[in-house]
């Protein structure tokens, strides 16, 4: 069995220095800046957005213990007009509840709604409720005026300090009032109003207990999260840093190469038309010819997409044949190694956004393969949920844990084969283009599975 280790982070590139860098380096730095400037002012956990849930839920919960004291009253009080005053009072609380959550859906961003949802006006709304209701039930007698404690220990944690103050100055000025002005409770019995009233507290305090660990667990367990991404968003930034300095000056090293380039294929031209020189050296120096032609022209491919950090958004392909294209030039120069290849017949009707740094990275795990001492690679294809699902697998010698926890760690690889910078290049690449790349050791060899977005079909224009 296959055990997929997948390592998922806000994918963001740092600002580089663009001093001393070619045009197309140019390009490729302001590029990464600005998409890690799109992606570092992205809120990465809407903190004001759970507060304002939490408030809603807790405006609901007081509608249902409200409907729930006042059912009970009958019991605690015998038959009285109490039940249906308390009735309407959390009816039309809930009516205002329910008119306040249409109107802030109905006028998403503007002003009116944001202060709809502010946190102090839900707090004062729910202050005034209490207030009601406690009003209709006894005033200052009645037990349930403890709730406004936990309302203004709430308070105290989602406002800034003057509203906080302000919530508080309201409550003790409305406990005040109902200490003076209220509808009477009547009951004839001392004992029985003695015990109804420390009932009446017990149940205030422990509905507060309910209310407070609930509510200020789900607010730090919201800015425990927030802070944790936010602290693997600053890591990815700095990681990715690395990533585009390094790709920044191999375009620049691709434009100083050429003319070195260009001098040893005039060398080699010179050499071949040379007539002094030895038969049994012609075709070392048609070897060197080829292999120059063949880094020229990798830099020249380099040079053309140096520009190009997001790829070309506007072309489309066949997602089989972009495949099959790729796969065919790899084969070109690895002949000797056996490819077996199985490419679902969906592709051939699913696009793809061709990307030079994502075709860079097939290529990249194709040549770890052989690197591995892999004897035949087995490449699968398919469509999973909108996606090009792509399998690398092979059959050599796999990775070892050190280089798994390296790759895992978003750390270059280190071995006497280089220092695994491609690697980390293809995988920032593919999670650019919101892909993802996982490593899976096998009983023999290793497993790599990529993930890419498959794109719309290409419009077709009448006439064209």
């Known amino acids: 069995m296959i055990q997929w280790l997948t390592v998922r982070v806000?994918?963001?590139?740092?600002?580089?220095?663009?001093?001393n860098l070619t045009n197309g380096s140019r390009l490729a730095a302001a590029s990464a800046g600005a998409h890690a400037q799109e992606e570092m002012d992205r809120p990465v956990i809407?903190?004001?957005?759970?507060?304002?849930?939490?408030?809603?839920?807790?405006?609901?919960?007081?509608?249902?213990?409200?409907?729930?004291?006042?059912?009970?009253?009958?019991?605690?009080?015998?038959?009285?007009?109490?039940?249906?005053?308390?009735?309407?009072?959390?009816?039309?609380?809930g009516g205002i509840n329910l008119g306040l959550a249409v109107a802030a859906r109905s006028l998403p961003g503007t002003d009116d709604a944001t202060s709809m949802r502010s946190p102090l006006v839900a707090l004062i709304l729910e202050l005034?409720?209490?207030?009601?209701?406690?009003?209709?039930?006894?005033?200052?007698?009645?037990?349930?005026?403890?709730?406004?404690?936990?309302?203004?220990?709430?308070?105290?944690?989602?406002?800034?300090?003057?509203?906080?103050?302000?919530?508080?100055?309201?409550?003790?000025?409305?406990?005040?009032?109902?200490?003076?002005?209220?509808?009477?409770?009547?009951?004839?019995?001392s004992q029985t109003a003695v015990n109804l009233h420390l009932f009446g507290m017990w149940m205030v305090f422990?509905?507060?207990?309910?209310?407070?660990l609930w509510y200020i667990l789900q607010l730090t367990r919201g800015i425990r999260r927030r802070d944790r991404a936010i602290m693997e968003a600053r890591e990815q930034a700095m990681r990715d840093d690395?990533?585009?300095?390094?790709?920044s000056q191999a375009a620049g090293a691709a434009h100083e190469l050429g003319t070195p380039l260009a001098t040893l294929n005039i060398l080699t031209d010179d050499l071949l038309d040379d007539g002094r020189l030895p038969s049994a050296l012609v075709p070392d120096v048609r070897l060197m010819q080829d292999q120059i032609k063949r880094c020229k022209q990798t830099l020249s491919q380099l040079a053309a997409r140096a520009g190009h950090a997001r790829g070309d958004q506007s072309e489309t392909i066949s997602a089989a044949a972009w495949l099959h294209r790729n796969l065919a030039t790899w084969?070109?120069?690895?002949?000797?190694?056996?490819?077996?290849?199985?490419?679902?017949r969906r592709l051939h009707a699913r696009y793809v956004n061709p990307d030079f740094a994502i075709e860079r990275a097939i290529v990249n795990l194709l040549d770890n393969a052989v690197k591995a001492t892999a004897t035949c690679i087995?490449?699968?294809?398919?469509?999973?949920?909108?996606?090009l699902d792509l399998t690398v697998a092979?059959?050599?010698?796999?990775?070892?844990?050190?280089?798994?926890?390296?790759?895992?760690?978003?750390?270059?690889?280190?071995?006497?084969?280089?220092?695994?910078?491609?690697?980390?290049?293809?995988?920032?690449?593919?999670?650019?283009r919101q892909g993802s790349l996982d490593y899976a050791p096998r009983d023999s060899g290793t497993a790599a599975r990529l993930r890419l977005p498959l794109a719309d079909a290409p419009e077709v224009i009448d006439g064209d």
């Open 10 to 19: 806000i994918p963001t590139l740092a600002c580089v220095p663009t001093r």
């Open 394 to 432: 092979d059959d050599g010698h796999g990775m070892s844990p050190a280089a798994m926890a390296a790759f895992n760690q978003r750390r270059p690889i280190a071995s006497i084969d280089g220092m695994g910078v491609g690697l980390l290049l293809g995988r920032a690449a593919v999670e650019r």
């Open 128 to 189: 005034a409720a209490w207030g009601t209701y406690i009003y209709l039930s006894g005033g200052a007698t009645n037990p349930l005026i403890s709730v406004f404690l936990p309302l203004v220990a709430i308070g105290a944690v989602v406002l800034t300090e003057r509203q906080a103050w302000f919530l508080g100055v309201c409550a003790i000025a409305l406990y005040s009032f109902l200490w003076h002005a209220h509808v009477p409770l009547i009951i004839t019995n």
């Open 331 to 344: 084969q070109s120069l690895n002949p000797v190694l056996a490819l077996e290849i199985a490419i679902s």
């Open 206 to 212: 422990a509905l507060s207990v309910v209310v407070l």
């Open 242 to 247: 690395l990533l585009v300095s390094l790709g």
């Open 378 to 387: 087995q490449i699968t294809a398919e469509e999973i949920g909108g996606y």
């Open 46 to 93: 809407d903190l004001i957005g759970t507060t304002q849930s939490q408030l809603l839920k807790l405006r609901w919960l007081s509608v249902l213990v409200m409907v729930l004291a006042a059912l009970a009253s009958p019991y605690l009080f015998g038959p009285s007009e109490l039940m249906i005053r308390l009735l309407v009072c959390a009816v039309v609380v």
